[in-house]
């Protein structure tokens, strides 16, 4: 997964939504103590600087250097880079020590991780009791009735260029594997859908469809999924290049404790 995301690294901070605030209001009535949090694969930040208005202070983690280098700045947020290979003893140390993290994040990111690695290094550092671990994603989006088939049939073109990873957004993470006790915020097999509305214009609806992994890798194999055959096609079904549309990202969360 390491440097998957570095060439779109720049589109990807415009282009992806932001996660509503009451998410992580959530989040924080679920652990006693609002001291540190760890966000994981943090990219630009996103979640980092909603987790911020909850929690004193925020190590933000990320393999890739692109990504952190177009991160959105915060007092209370602190990025690191974490370059493969990194042992987990070094992050455990980077990260505040054994049994001193309030709240672990991971926004749009846990599929690309070594699941059994990564859990091992969350029950090390989640503080016992109270610490929550929580993790989301989303998949799909409602435009309009007009729109929708037309997305559609040009996410069917890009399958063949994802990585197998993706398998686990696809299935809106129900297989995921998730060893964690629930704390009414989904829990393995059983993920809470949530909705992100957004307002959002033809452009910067490209940008996102810009910003995806396959589109990126299917440009490298020569194969250009967003051809101006393609955009016009969307954009006449979204309504003109100009038409700002009230759109609606699918997601989902898996939260728990150890």
Known sequence: MAGLFDKQAEIYVDARPTYPAHWYSMLASRTPRHSLAWDVGTGNGQAALG??????????????????????????VRYIHTPIPISNDEIVTLIGGENSVDLITVAQAVHWFDLPNFYALVTRLLRKPGGV?????YNDVEVSSTFDPVMKRFHDTTLPFWDPNIKHIFDNYKKLPFPFKSVGLGCEGEPLPLDIPKELSFKGFLSMLRSWSAVTTAKEQGVDLLSEGIVRELEDAWGGSDLVRCIVY????LAGTV
């Open 51 to 76: 987790v911020a208005e909850q929690y004193d202070q925020v190590i933000a983690t990320d393999v890739s250097a692109a990504q952190l280098k177009c991160a959105m700045q915060n007092p209370r």
């Open 133 to 137: 671990i929580a993790v989301w994603c």
């Open 250 to 253: 699918k997601a989902f969360m």
